[in-house]
């Protein structure tokens, strides 16, 4: 991004307005908490303001403040400027008293931007065209053309096209009503001007409110001028008001990264039925199929194959693998690792620590958790495989579980290469089964076997001649 290199010297200073009560969410939860994609509203919002190298961001928070301000202060460094401050407006007066919050944390050498914690998908390029326009000493309003431009600010100019003020829908009379340019709610200002301006609001006015807009008519009164970036992008500007925006918006940004891989080469099945809410590194060649979800930190190598509805996170999945549908891989923090033209699923699930080799197969209804499989090891039905070191050409049979977990702690099996255990088997940890060695299906093993020995451990197989059946008593 170009704008990096002017924008790091520069004394940007992001408001993010926070304090509205979100009515229509009718959540108990915060509006600008809610969740789209993989962090807050209010996230995407302080990570644009990071991308714009913002030396800080001022959060005005109200309702829920105290929930705020924790979820905020739990956010990733990485993903916020490196200053966030928090300002209390209480009660909340209308969009003007809540930047005079802010207003004592703000330095007198910086351009402000004004932000909403409600309006996720706005681009850092978006505002940088902004604070250019503004140029250390212009009021820059961002302002967006609509179809149904009902209930917002409306951008009157003059006859030479010069903006004159922003007119509060209530406050618009029938011919102000038909301008279909608006405020998007984002503007850049110095922060000398705005916070001189800002003394002058009043609230006389339809809802007796103190307007940030009526800044635009101080400014045209002391002969500024005032900029207009007009953006054709209007999801940019759009906040989350009820859940219908808020799933709208998540699809708008679901599509955005959709686009994004397919420009890159990675074929979706359907580009509206793909779902990352995390990051995703794709090779050459790579398919997937409809309804997956991708979380945390996902790696597919080239000609990896996700077939349809499988949740995958924290995982990497190396060249041409093929996950089956239905499958479910979650890393977590210790991560989950496929090798190279392993196949797993359908109806698999991996779990933290899982890591499969070269060839490795798993099939349905087979759980792996902290384990390491080997080259062409395979479990293909039915199974549990925990805290077990699996040798190369390992074939575990249906049903069969290592009961790792003896009700206070975990033990490890170690299942050397080319064992073959049979079905319905019971590895009770500690245990460890030698090389080429067989089990017998049905058997519980509590000691370790020797190499190349068939281990058979169950009740012997017995045929009793001659036994009847029970019969019913008769009645008398
Ligand atoms: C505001 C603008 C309007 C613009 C619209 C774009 C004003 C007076 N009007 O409308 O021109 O078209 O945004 O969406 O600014 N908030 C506070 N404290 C308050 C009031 C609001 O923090 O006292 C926050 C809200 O939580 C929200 C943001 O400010 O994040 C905008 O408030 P909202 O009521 O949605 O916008 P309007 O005032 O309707
Ligand atoms: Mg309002």
């Known amino acids: 991004m170009q704008m990096n290199e002017k924008l790091s010297e520069s004394r940007v200073d992001v408001v993010v307005m926070a304090a509205g009560k979100g009515t229509r969410m009718k959540s108990a939860k915060a509006k600008v908490l809610h969740k789209l994609g993989p962090r807050a509203l209010l996230g995407h919002v302080l990570l644009c303001a990071r991308a714009l190298h913002a030396r800080q961001a001022v959060v005005i928070t109200g309702h829920q403040s105290e929930d705020v301000r924790a979820a905020v202060n ?7 400027p490196p200053a966030v401050g928090f300002a209390l407006q209480e009660p909340q007066l209308g969009t003007g008293h809540a930047v005079q919050q802010a207003a004592p944390l703000l330095a007198e050498d910086g351009v402000t931007v004004i932000l909403s914690g409600d309006v996720p998908l706005t681009q850092p390029e978006t505002i940088a065209a902004l604070v250019a326009a503004a140029a250390g000493q212009h009021l820059a309003l961002l302002t967006v053309k609509l179809a149904n431009p009902t209930g917002y600010g409306r951008i009157v100019r003059n006859a030479s096209g010069h903006v004159q003020a922003i007119v509060e829908h209530k406050d618009a009379s029938e011919e102000v009503r038909q301008i279909n340019e608006i405020y998007s709610g984002i503007l850049a200002v110095p922060t000398a001007k705005l916070k001189r301006w800002l003394a002058r609001l009043d609230d006389n006015n339809a809802q007796k409110e103190f307007y940030l807009t009526d800044i635009v008519k101080f400014a045209v009164a002391d002969g500024e001028a005032v900029q207009a970036v007009v953006t054709d992008d209007e999801p940019q500007t759009a906040g989350v008001n009820s859940p219908l925006q808020l799933a709208e918006l998540e699809r708008e940004f679901q599509w955005r990264q959709a686009q994004a891989f397919m420009t890159a080469g990675v074929r979706l099945a ?8 995390g990051e995703l590194v794709c090779g050459l060649d790579v398919d997937i199929d409809v309804n997956c979800v991708f979380e945390g930190t996902v790696k597919l190598g080239n000609r990896v194959r996700i077939g349809a509805n499988c949740v995958i996170a924290n995982a990497q999945i190396a060249d041409g693998a093929v996950i089956h549908p239905f499958t479910h891989i979650d890393g977590e923090a210790a991560g989950v690792s496929i090798g190279a033209g392993a196949l797993i699923g359908p109806f698999a699930r991996l779990r933290p620590g899982a890591k499969l080799g070269d060839e490795v197969h798993i099939g349905n209804f087979v759980e792996v958790k902290n384990s390491s499989m080997a080259k062409g090891a395979k479990a293909n ?3 549990y495989l925990g805290d077990a070191i699996v040798g190369e050409r390992v074939n575990y049979g ?18 050397e290469a080319d064992v073959h255990v049979g079905s319905n088997c019971v590895l009770v940890a500690p245990v460890t089964i030698g090389a080429a060695g067989t089990v017998g299906g049905g058997s519980t093993i509590t000691k370790s076997t020797a190499p190349n020995m068939l281990t058979v451990a169950r009740g012997k197989q017995i045929s009793i001649e001659g036994w009847k059946r029970p019969q019913k008593a008769k009645k008398a």
């Open 381 to 383: 039905h039915l199974a």
């Open 270 to 277: 359907d580009p509206k039925r793909f779902d990352l809410r």
């Open 74 to 80: 739990a956010m990733p460094e990485a993903e916020k």
């Open 398 to 415: 249906a049903g069969s579980i290592t009961a790792n977990y003896d009700g206070a702690n975990k033990h490890q099996t170690v299942i």
